[in-house]
């Protein structure tokens, strides 16, 4: 009976189908399923630090959590850290945008047309490939210690990785879809909308977010080495103190603020876009 | 009316479509097989419109449609999205067109959760809903079970009959070719020509 009963139980599975509801998967029972996981690796990634600050038993190199999360607090109920915030995230927001739009814009140009990508291709190579700290330097030395030559200097770091990250969606762009829609007179508006962007979304997603955690690490470098405000100038000073609880606690209110822009806007997008797939 | 005149097509130095010459009217299905790789995909791509690179004419109509050997359908749209907007039609034209091939229920599905038949089938509403006056079917049951194919096979052949577009189909299957050609010729040769099928009816001005 009880094999009998388990070839049947075997066949009723096999059979079975996944089937998705109308419309597709509820968004929100994913996006609160991936807030709490991400909550979850947060205070697993808390404990960890706080395990390690333990061991090491040394709170001028490790301090614990404890000491640097009211530091943070500190810092930023009395400190700079508001202002701080405030000058770093307007550096990031605006070097993202500008580094997306170029980025794209090449990307889109070399992927579309093979021959500038033959022109142009090596210079995109060589330019991922120069270290951000050299172009820092250059931007400082050629323009100034200035805001223009801050955000020229993080957007040109950061617009190759995004250009190439887009040529390369637009290589296996669907060649029958572009057919289809060129057959049944789709203007490049709607060709665009409908059928070229869904198709580099994941791309687009993907480079946003590498980008935005990209941008965020060479606008410290960039703040450090040549700006009188930001969370950059402000490590800094704590550097120049030694002040690793102050290096800390700056460091981790902007990282939690990166980590809130995934969790409150990356994740809900690329649920968002990738909602045909089904779970 | 479809007029086909065309003298010579290359991929770089390469000849691969030799003179071609047919007409077909309104209603009529020219049947076109061939070995995989003669030119058949390339043939259906100019009288499209897609690839204007060629010597000679072709005078077909601008009302065209066609149905490619993949469904072709946006994944990232409704059903009746991959309808209403390639085609620009209304969304209660979509609806009737969708009831019209079996799939009034799933008009608010993603493409993603049909079967590879239904998925033809959208394609199939999706190139009669604006009542083409040409049409160009490239292996359009390609991959499918015997049964469906017999499905798809009388329901395209009905709308054939309703609609009355010229139709080009290319395909290996004589099932296919059979049931719905209503003239057949064979491409072969390198570059590949046109040759009526011994038996069958010959195009005007082959």
Same mark, same amino acid.
């Given at each position: %009976? ?46 960890? +630090?706080?395990?390690? $600050? ?5 709170? /001028? ?11 943070? +607090? ?10 701080? /915030? ?7 927001? /605006? ?8 980025? *794209? ?74 057919? %289809? ?10 060709? *665009? ?11 687009? *997603? ?51 603020? %990166?980590?809130?822009?995934? *969790? ?5 997008? $690329?649920?968002?876009? $990738?909602? +045909?797939?089904?779970? | ?57 072709? #005078? ?66 999706? !190139? ?16 499918? #079970? ?23 189909? !290319? ?9 719905? !050609? ?25």
């Amino acid at each position: %009976m009880g094999l009998s009963g388990l070839g049947q139980g075997r066949r009723r599975i096999t059979r079975s189908r996944v089937t998705l509801p109308p419309g597709g998967p509820p968004a929100r029972g994913l996006l609160s399923a991936g807030l709490w996981r991400g909550v979850g690796s947060v205070l697993a990634l808390g404990s960890v +630090w706080a395990a390690l $600050s333990l061991i090491l038993a040394d709170p /001028l190199r490790a301090p614990a959590p404890w000491v640097v999360l009211p530091e943070m +607090w500190h810092l930023l109920v009395q400190g700079d850290l508001r202002a701080d /915030l405030a000058v770093t995230l307007r550096r990031v927001g /605006l070097t993202f945008a500008i580094s997306m739009a170029g980025g *794209l814009a090449i990307g889109l140009a070399l992927g579309r047309w093979s021959r500038a990508d033959l022109w142009f291709g090596p210079w995109l190579t060589m330019a991922l490939n120069i270290p951000a700290l050299v172009t820092i330097v250059l931007c400082y030395l050629w323009i100034g210690l200035n805001e223009w030559a801050a955000v020229m200097a993080v957007a040109l770091n950061k617009i190759p990785l995004v250009a190439v990250m887009l040529r390369e969606g637009v290589r296996v762009l669907d060649p029958d879809l572009m057919a %289809m829609a060129r057959l049944h007179g789709m203007s490049r508006t709607e060709r *665009l909308r409908h059928i070229i962007l869904p198709q580099l979304a994941p791309h687009l *997603l993907a480079a946003a977010r590498a980008g935005i955690a990209l941008i965020w690490k060479i606008v410290l470098v960039v703040e450090f080495l040549g700006r009188p405000n930001g969370i950059g100038f402000r490590i800094h000073l704590d550097f120049q103190m030694f002040d690793i609880a102050g290096v800390l606690a700056n460091a981790l209110a902007f990282a939690l603020i %990166m980590l809130a822009v995934e *969790l409150g806007i990356f994740a809900p997008l $690329s649920a968002r876009v $990738s909602r +045909w797939r089904g779970p | 009316m479809i007029s086909v005149d065309i003298t010579s097509k290359s991929f770089g130095p390469q000849p691969v479509l030799g003179p071609i010459r047919f007409r077909i009217g309104a209603g009529d299905v020219l049947g076109i097989s061939g070995s995989s790789g003669v030119g058949k995909s390339t043939l259906l791509r100019l009288l499209a419109g897609l690839d204007q690179r060629f010597e000679g004419r072709i #005078d077909a109509p601008q009302s065209r449609a066609m149905v490619f050997q993949s469904p072709t359908l946006m994944p990232w749209r409704k059903v009746i999205d991959n309808i209403t907007i390639p085609t620009h039609c209304r969304r209660d034209e979509a609806l009737a067109m969708l009831e019209r091939v079996g799939l009034g229920d799933k008009a608010e599905s993603w493409p993603g959760q049909l079967s590879l038949g239904q998925a033809r089938r959208v394609a199939i509403a999706r !190139a009669f809903v604006g009542r083409p006056a040409m049409l160009l079917l490239d292996e359009p049951f390609a991959s499918l #079970d015997t049964a469906r194919v017999g499905d798809l096979l009388e329901l395209t052949k009905a709308l054939i009959t309703e609609f009355r577009p010229a139709v080009v189909l !290319a395909s290996h299957s004589e099932t296919e070719l059979e049931a719905l !050609a209503t003239e057949r010729m064979v491409m072969q040769g390198t570059p590949a020509q046109l040759y009526p099928l011994a038996g069958t009816r010959v195009c005007a001005g082959s």
